[in-house]
Every structure is written in structure tokens, then in C-alpha cells.
């Protein structure tokens, strides 16, 4: 059964950090691409990182550049998000994703709350 488990959301402070997990499993997780997406309240949902498959390259929305870094270790089929200086914009739900395109497969978790206010 795949399933890709997101964990660390909570409420934050603006300037303050916190640190997202998204563990996978049921796949073998060092072929996928991996991506997290946010979404905020009415609003779409929302490129954040992507990390190859290798952990070679990254990419990241221009907004985040800066303040967060996306990871990975294979040997624990596990995604991280480090997030810095929060901004209450940035509160969402922050979703993983795992996808293959060799194979077209997309997997999805099922979010983790991010709120940043004070």
C-alpha cells in the first residue's frame, strides 16, 4: 500500500522555523521525483520545491528561494522541507508528492497544517 506521511506543521511565530517530513512508503522512493506543493485558503494549490530523484537539483518557487530548502534521503524514504523566516502568507497545507514520469505515477500525502501568526 503506498502511502507518503507528512509530519512537523503547526502553528509558528512570523520569523520563525519549522522543519516538514514527508515519509514514504510502498514505492521505491529513490526513483520518484519529489515535490512539495502548499494550499491556502481559497486559493490554488501551489508549487513549492522540487528535488530529483538523485538529489542532485533542486528547484523552487521564486517567493521561497531563500528562506526554504527541500532534502531528501533515500536511504530513509524521506522528504524534508526547511522552512525559515515564516511569514503569515506562507500558512497553507503543505503537501508531498512523489511522482515518476517513466511511469506517470503521482502519489500524494494528505497534507500537514503550516500557520504562521502571532
Known amino acids: 500500500q503506498v502511502q507518503l506521511v507528512e509530519s512537523g506543521g503547526g502553528l509558528v511565530q512570523p520569523g520563525g522555523s519549522l522543519r516538514l517530513s514527508c515519509t514514504a512508503s510502498g514505492f521505491t522512493f529513490r526513483l520518484y521525483t519529489m515535490s512539495w506543493y502548499r494550499q491556502a485558503p481559497g486559493k490554488e494549490r501551489e508549487l513549492v520545491a522540487v528535488i530529483s530523484r538523485d538529489d542532485v537539483s533542486t528547484v523552487y518557487e521564486d517567493s521561497m528561494k531563500g528562506r526554504f530548502t527541500i532534502s531528501r534521503d533515500n536511504d530513509k524514504s524521506t522528504v524534508y522541507l526547511q522552512m525559515n523566516s515564516l511569514k503569515p502568507e506562507d500558512t497553507a497545507v503543505y503537501y508531498c508528492?512523489?511522482?515518476?514520469?517513466?511511469?506517470?505515477?503521482?502519489?500524494w500525502g494528505q497534507g500537514t497544517q503550516v500557520t504562521v501568526s502571532s
Open positions: 508528492k512523489a511522482d515518476r514520469s517513466a511511469t506517470g505515477r503521482i502519489y
